[in-house]
């Protein structure tokens, strides 16, 4: 079946500093891929859809030049947190929508960041 | 704008024993797919089953199957013959044709098996 692979799984940064998370699809181009972050015990909450070959398409509220996303292949998008500060720590994680077949979304393993 | 509710925050259920957990949503679109997710303590998300609105017949996967209700826009899971293994959150989710491919999720349930 189709596969997501998220890394780092877990990180801890400085407050300050930056943090870039990839989200890479093995075995299926993906031109759309999803970024979500979650709180404990909560649901998912949609951050931005990363087009491939173009700009990221942000929600309400989610600021554009802390969570930079690009998405340069049809396997790859990464997400990098800038400026991290404690109030970003969560958990991340990624889906990836295959180009063809069913469109199933299969989503990766999770990024849990912990900036200190 | 389509918005899903998941309206039991936790359940719990005897092992071997059958548990519903339900959903609702509401759209006003005709043709949209609906999503049932297991987020166990791993937190990888794994799709249970899927539902295409225009099929009738509700899908299933070995114990589990779902009760889609149209009319109703609800959208409930069955686990039949349940196991420790399906202690995990469970999440609704919606995906329709005006949504750019993004999922809607409910606010998911915790769902505990006990032994």
Not at chain 1, 12 to 18: A, M, N, Y
Not at chain 1, 57 to 68: A, H, N, P, R, S
Not at chain 2, 58 to 73: G, I, L
């Amino acid at each position: 079946g189709a596969v997501v692979s998220q890394h780092p799984s877990r990180v801890i940064c400085k407050s300050g500093t930056s943090v870039k998370i990839e989200c890479r699809s093995l075995d299926f181009q993906a031109t759309t891929m999803f970024w979500y972050r979650q709180f404990p015990k909560q649901s998912l909450m949609l951050m931005a859809t990363s087009n491939e070959g173009s700009k990221a398409t942000y929600e309400q509220g989610v600021e554009k030049d802390k969570f930079l996303i690009n998405h340069a292949s049809l396997t790859l998008s990464t997400l990098t947190v800038t400026s991290a500060h404690p109030e970003d720590s969560s958990f991340y994680i990624c889906s990836a929508r295959e180009d063809r077949g069913d469109y199933g979304y299969t989503f990766g393993s999770g990024t849990r960041l912990t900036v200190v | 704008a389509q918005t899903v509710t998941q309206s039991q925050p936790e359940m719990s259920v005897q092992e071997a024993e059958t548990v519903t957990l339900s959903c609702t949503y509401d759209t006003s679109e005709n043709n949209y797919y609906l999503f049932w997710y297991k987020q166990p303590p791993s937190r990888q998300m794994i799709l249970v089953i899927r539902q295409e609105a225009y099929k009738q017949q509700n899908a299933t996967e070995n114990r589990f199957s779902v009760n889609f209700q149209k009319a109703a826009k609800s959208f409930s899971l069955k686990i039949s013959d349940s196991q420790l293994g399906d202690t995990a959150m469970y999440f609704c989710a919606f995906m329709g044709p005006s949504n750019t491919g993004k999922l809607i999720f409910g606010q998911g349930t915790t769902l505990q098996v006990k032994p």
